[in-house]
């Protein structure tokens, strides 16, 4: 278990759970602060940034691979996609110190070295790899030698892919790392997520898992947790019918709330393997099933089926020892509804 800015993340402490701001502040630095604030009012452990430009991450072109096919930005080119969801880089350090104010923690991902030198300009905690930047083995060495906890998501990659980013992460001086399961779609469809993807993961490198998750509403990262995620990562907005890039597939305040109450209900909820009895079962062991009469026995009696029978409550002899129970007689009167003790009972004079 590590910390980031004094908040646990591991499986001995609740899911840290991320607010993904991603472009959701429709260009609008007052939406972003309330962003902000509805993330900390809803429960969330960070709210993350995005830090990139048009310009940095891809170039201003009309070829056809640059077009996006199909899902909620299809038509659209990417330049134009980017220069509407990024986060301007002026207003980062208002950003971080918004949430500084609040006391809730922050950071971002960052696409290319001149987002990690601003990032760690500003101090920032922890860096985030997106799952489309996992194969950029360049960056994840910049990231990782800035000595800080990372956490990369893993959509789209595959096995060989994921053990290239670890490795390099590691080796450029990484030891706080946490991976992400993730369906690079969006939204995501719920049967597409194959969660027990991300157990497999924690168990291949040895580190804390969480889910980056794109599906719709909250069932799904709950689930996750109930599989051990560490950390969750979902998008906020103040209200999907106010649009932008990511709206579709984001939570509004009060679902986050919902969702940060339910992971970390699924959370409080595994325990640890536990046959005792617990605290709150303790007056419920009464209604256990034992042994009664059922009719009045008169001294020296037997025994039967017919004035004995296992029946709630659970105040008399266990109902495996009805066997040893059948064909003694009674030591003295048992009237009908007394729970049976050993005391009331003696082997028959011919067993």
Not at 19 to 48: Q, T
Not at 206 to 233: F, N
Not at 254 to 268: G, H, I, K, P, T
């Amino acid at each position: 278990m590590f910390e980031i800015s004094g908040v646990p993340v591991g499986k001995d402490s609740r899911p840290f759970i991320i607010a993904e701001m991603s472009g959701n502040h429709n260009r609008d630095i007052g939406r972003a602060f309330a962003l902000i604030e509805a993330a900390k009012d809803a429960g969330a452990s960070a709210v993350k940034l995005q830090t990139y430009t048009a310009d940095t991450i891809t170039l201003n072109s009309d070829r056809p691979e640059f077009l996006i096919k199909g899902g909620p930005w299809g038509g659209r080119r990417l330049y134009d996609l980017y220069e509407e969801a990024h986060t301007p880089w002026e207003w980062h350090e208002a950003l971080f110190q918004k949430a500084a104010d609040l006391g809730i923690v922050i950071f971002s991902s960052p696409f290319d070295a001149s987002a990690v030198d601003l990032l760690a300009g500003l101090g920032a905690p922890a860096y985030k790899i997106a799952s489309f930047e996992l194969v950029d083995l360049p960056l994840i060495e910049t990231v990782a030698r800035q000595g800080k906890p990372m956490i990369m998501s893993t959509g789209l990659a595959n096995l060989g892919e994921i053990e290239a980013a670890v490795s390099t992460a590691r080796a450029a001086g990484c030891r706080e790392l946490v991976l992400l399961h993730c369906i690079s779609s969006y939204p995501a469809p719920a049967e597409d997520s194959n969660l027990l993807t991300m157990p497999h993961i924690g168990q291949t490198f040895g580190c804390p898992v969480g889910l980056s998750d794109h599906t719709q509403g909250t069932a799904v990262s709950v689930a996750a947790v109930a599989l051990g995620a560490t950390v969750i990562e979902k998008h906020l907005t103040l209200r999907r019918a106010d649009g932008g890039p990511d709206s579709g597939f984001s939570l509004e305040p009060e679902e986050f709330a919902v969702l940060v109450r339910d992971c970390n209900m699924a959370w409080s909820a595994l325990g640890r393997i536990n046959y005792d009895p617990k605290g709150s079962e303790q007056g419920n062991a009464q209604f256990r099933r034992s042994l009664y009469a059922t009719r009045d026995i008169a001294t020296g009696e037997r025994l039967t089926v017919d004035n004995v029978r296992s029946v709630r409550p659970g105040h008399g002899l266990p109902p495996a020892d009805l066997p040893k129970v059948l064909g003694s007689v009674a030591r003295r009167p048992i009237a009908r509804a007394t729970p049976l003790s050993w005391s009331d009972i003696e082997a028959a004079p011919d067993a």
